[in-house]
């Protein structure tokens, strides 16, 4: 990050920071499968890449169009993950359930 080595999982990073991968790595053969991985995907509007030298540069947040998360086909399993695992949510048909 900007030249320093970051070493928390949970870092945020911010608007004009820089991510660079250290120059031993960029031999590794993960660092490479992954950098071939991200050649064949299409570039993102809110990082500038700088691929031949392992880098990045985040020039805005991205829009929530931009990211593309995983989406449940079912939106009633959380509802029913809920209210399985809330205080006192059991059922008669569970054990411990009501009659």
């Known amino acids: 990050m900007n030249g ?27 660092v490479l499968e992954a950098r071939n991985v991200a050649q064949s995907q299409n570039a993102v509007p809110w990082l500038e890449q700088e691929r031949e030298q392992f880098k990045a540069k985040v020039v805005a947040m991205p829009k929530r169009d931009d990211v593309q998360t995983p989406r449940s086909t079912s939106s009633s399993s959380s509802n029913c993950t809920r209210s399985k695992f809330h205080k006192g949510a059991a059922s008669a048909s569970e054990p411990g359930g009501p009659g």
């Open 4 to 30: 320093k080595k970051v070493n928390i999982p949970s870092y945020l990073v911010s608007v004009g920071e820089e991510v660079a991968i250290k120059e031993k790595m960029h031999q590794n053969a993960m």
